[in-house]
């Protein structure tokens, strides 16, 4: 019940503070960085839709370039990615005609990874927007600012469990969705 009489000023209210120890107007790291985060995020997304590729298929296709030959599980574990995510992405991508297993020689039941000829194409096409979309962010900024803001960055990803480098859609398990299933835990 509201009571009329509260002085909503009274030090006896209990009441989150809106200023920080520094004087300033308090503003949550989380909030900013989740918001900042999603507006970068959705504008790097529809940069890419222009070569057909998503952010995390842009990042997979990046770390099979760069070790190619290597094991489907060794990306996988050097990505974070859970197996269960990289047998559905690499089918994905060798359906698209841009990666291709090969049986490793020394071990049959592992596959190396390799980027066909229309994977090298897709991610030379692909390479000039993510440049674009880096000068876009950073801009702004010298070129240490950059540094110290990635290694800022970096800090607070280790806080919350996520290794520097992994990207979110790659399926780490810090960054796991409890939305799915907490969505079936309340369907019949």
């Given at each position: 019940?509201?009571?009329?009489?509260?002085?909503?000023?009274?030090?006896?209210?209990?009441?989150?503070?809106?200023?920080?120890?520094?004087?300033?107007?308090?503003?949550?790291?989380?909030?900013?960085i989740s918001t900042t985060g999603y507006a970068?995020?959705?504008?790097?997304?529809?940069?890419?839709?222009?070569?057909?590729?998503?952010?995390?298929?842009?990042?997979?296709?990046?770390?099979?370039?760069?070790?190619?030959?290597?094991?489907?599980?060794?990306?996988?574990?050097?990505q974070g990615i859970a197996p269960s995510r990289?047998?559905?992405?690499?089918?994905?991508?060798?359906?698209?005609?841009?990666?291709?297993?090969?049986?490793?020689?020394?071990?049959?039941?592992?596959?190396?990874?390799?980027?066909?000829?229309?994977?090298?194409?897709?991610?030379?096409?692909?390479?000039?927007?993510?440049?674009?979309?880096?000068?876009?962010?950073?801009?702004?900024?010298?070129?240490?600012?950059?540094?110290?803001?990635?290694?800022?960055?970096?800090?607070?990803?280790?806080?919350?469990?996520?290794?520097?480098?992994?990207?979110?859609?790659?399926?780490?398990?810090?960054l796991a969705d409890d939305t799915d299933s907490?969505?079936?835990?309340?369907?019949?």
């Amino acid at each position: 019940m509201y009571d009329s009489e509260m002085n909503p000023t009274d030090p006896a209210v209990d009441t989150p503070s809106t200023v920080s120890e520094t004087g300033q107007p308090y503003r949550p790291v989380g909030f900013v960085i989740s918001t900042t985060g999603y507006a970068i995020s959705r504008r790097f997304r529809e940069s890419l839709k222009s070569v057909g590729l998503a952010p995390q298929e842009l990042g997979l296709l990046q770390a099979v370039a760069s070790a190619e030959g290597r094991t489907q599980q060794a990306i996988a574990d050097a990505q974070g990615i859970a197996p269960s995510r990289m047998v559905v992405m690499i089918d994905a991508l060798e359906q698209r005609g841009l990666v291709k297993r090969r049986r490793n020689p020394d071990d049959r039941r592992a596959h190396a990874l390799y980027l066909t000829a229309k994977g090298r194409k897709l991610l030379a096409r692909a390479f000039p927007i993510t440049v674009e979309h880096e000068q876009h962010l950073t801009g702004a900024l010298s070129a240490e600012q950059r540094e110290q803001l990635l290694a800022l960055l970096d800090r607070v990803g280790v806080q919350v469990g996520i290794p520097p480098g992994v990207h979110p859609g790659m399926g780490h398990s810090a960054l796991a969705d409890d939305t799915d299933s907490d969505q079936e835990q309340r369907e019949p």
